[in-house]
């Protein structure tokens, strides 16, 4: 059998997105935007604020979450992977 292959990006997005982290969103442009992730799909993703904006992922140079403190937070990895 083959091994199933572990999407990081979509693994990534799912949980700012259950968990509603904030995060802010570098663009290729150089702009960023902040807000929460509510939607995704393999091309694109909603980020709200005071509005939700289409972002296509080919203009995402960087996606940060941040903790409540407002620091950037970091994912722990789950014992064995």
């Not at 694109?44 to 972002?55: E, F, G, V, Y």
């Amino acid at each position: 059998m083959a091994k199933s292959q572990i999407n990081v990006q979509d693994q990534f997005l799912n949980k700012v997105r259950k968990e509603k982290i904030w995060v802010n969103v570098q663009l290729t442009t150089g702009k960023e935007l902040e807000g929460y992730i509510t939607s995704f799909d393999n091309f694109s993703l909603i980020l709200k604020s005071s509005t939700d904006q289409l972002i296509y992922k080919h203009a995402i140079s960087c996606i940060s979450p941040y903790d409540k403190t407002g620091k950037f937070q970091t994912f722990e990895e789950k014992p064995g992977t």
